[in-house]
Structures are given as structure tokens and as C-alpha cells.
T-cell receptor, first 111, second 112 residues
Framework: DQQVKQNSPSLSVQEGRISILNCDYT??????FLWYKKYPAEGPTFLIS?????DKNEDGRFTVFLNKSAKHLSLHIVPSQPGDSAVYFC??????????FGAGTTVTVRA | ETGVTQSPTHLIKTRGQQVTLRCSSQ?????VSWYQQALGQGPQFIFQ???????GRGNFPPRFSGLQFPNYSSELNVNALELDDSALYLC???????????FGPGTRLLVL
């Protein structure tokens, strides 16, 4: 039962432009959401998170938006840089132990 | 501050064997979670250990077991290995009652 879905397996964007990654969830109990970035042969690296009491959280070039009524969140990266090329995972939780992950979106930033 | 470390980095086993994977949590973290990531999928939660006790378990059979030591390092044991157990095994640590989990580099297991 896939409770977190990332429907776009890949995204290609030009350097300097905005990358928008989307994530949908089905479990209304989820109250904390996270984005991780993963390079090949490395573990996921925490990027940014958002609590369900907020609808936006910003950290430098990364902004996460949460739409609870639509059960949808998105990650915006502005401007995109070559080092942003990686796999991005959306994750969600409603307690402090289990993270439910999406299948990931591979981002390629073109020079 | 030392991050999460895992050993070994790669491992090849044959079907029916047993394997033990190891994880050292980030300094100051007392909670360790284990995930299995199959090719092309997101990580799937196996279980979590908090202060040496299992604190939650995902949909994995009993042949997946774990342990946490007083220094909060952890082991994942898998008995009677099956071909489908081939995956990247990720360990993550977190502070008490914190949702943010910090991952290690993983152990790549291949079962032949």
C-alpha cells in the first residue's frame, strides 16, 4: 500500500531555472513531511521538512509547500544548480518512528 | 560530530545464509531505524530501536531481526536469505522524539 506517491520518475531542468517536484499522499494522519536527496552510492541526505500546521517552509534555495486539503506537497529549488542533480525522495510520518517514502524523482540539471 | 556509519559497504551471500549488518548512530542520537531500498523504489521501513528496545516494526517477516546496544549502535540480522532480500539496507538515527532521521551510506546486499 503506497501511501506516498511521486508520480514523476524524472525531471530535467536547465541550470538557473526552477525545479518543481511533486508528492501526493493518501494517509490523512500524516502530520510531518520531509524531503531527502540521494546521490548514487550514498545514503539519503535530509533537505527540508514541514509540519502540517504550516503551509510553507523555506531554507535557502529550497521551499516546500503543503496543501493539506489536496494531500499534496511540492519542493521548489530556485535556482537549480548542476550539483542538484540527484534522486529526491518525499517522506511522511504521523509518529516519531516510521517514515513512508515515495519512489523518488530523478532530477537532471542541464548546463 | 560523527555521522551515521554502516558496515560493510557491500556484501554477497547465497540463498539460505544469514547476514548481520551494523550501524553506528550519529553522536547524541539514541534512536536507530532500518530501511530496505529495492532498486527503483523508495526506502521501506523495517523497524526502529529506541533505548535498546524495538519501538515499531514494518511489514517484514520475523527472519528480519535487530538489536541495539547500550552505546546505541545497532545490528540488523536476516536469516534464511532469499533472492528478494537483495537491496540497499539503510540505517538512520535520530534524537529522542525527533522525526528527522539522518541516514548512513547503506550496505548493498546481493543474494545469489
Amino acid at each position: 500500500d503506497q501511501q506516498v506517491k511521486q508520480n514523476s520518475p524524472s525531471l530535467s531542468v536547465q541550470e538557473g531555472r526552477i525545479s518543481i517536484l511533486n508528492c501526493d499522499y493518501t494517509n490523512s494522519m500524516f502530520d510531518y513531511f520531509l524531503w531527502y536527496k540521494k546521490y548514487p552510492a550514498e545514503g539519503p541526505t535530509f533537505l527540508i521538512s514541514i509540519s502540517s500546521i504550516k503551509d510553507k517552509n523555506e531554507d535557502g534555495r529550497f521551499t516546500v509547500f503543503l496543501n493539506k486539503s489536496a494531500k499534496h506537497l511540492s519542493l521548489h529549488i530556485v535556482p537549480s544548480q548542476p550539483g542538484d542533480s540527484a534522486v529526491y525522495f518525499c517522506a511522511a510520518t504521523h509518529n516519531d518512528y516510521k517514515l513512508s517514502f515515495g519512489a523518488g524523482t530523478t532530477v537532471t540539471v542541464r548546463a | 560530530e560523527t555521522g551515521v556509519t554502516q558496515s560493510p559497504t557491500h556484501l554477497i551471500k547465497t540463498r539460505g545464509q544469514q547476514v548481520t549488518l551494523r550501524c553506528s548512530s550519529q553522536s547524541g542520537h539514541n534512536t536507530v531505524s532500518w530501511y530496505q531500498q529495492a532498486l527503483g523504489q523508495g526506502p521501506q521501513f523495517i523497524f526502529q530501536y529506541y533505548r535498546e528496545e524495538e519501538n515499531g516494526r514494518g511489514n517484514f517477516p520475523p527472519r528480519f531481526s535487530g538489536l541495539q546496544f547500550p552505546n546505541y549502535s545497532s545490528e540488523l540480522n536476516v536469516n534464511a536469505l532469499e533472492l528478494d532480500d537483495s537491496a540497499l539496507y539503510l540505517c538512520a538515527s535520530s534524537l529522542e522524539a525527533q522525526e528527522t532521521q539522518y541516514f548512513g551510506p547503506g550496505t548493498r546486499l546481493l543474494v545469489l
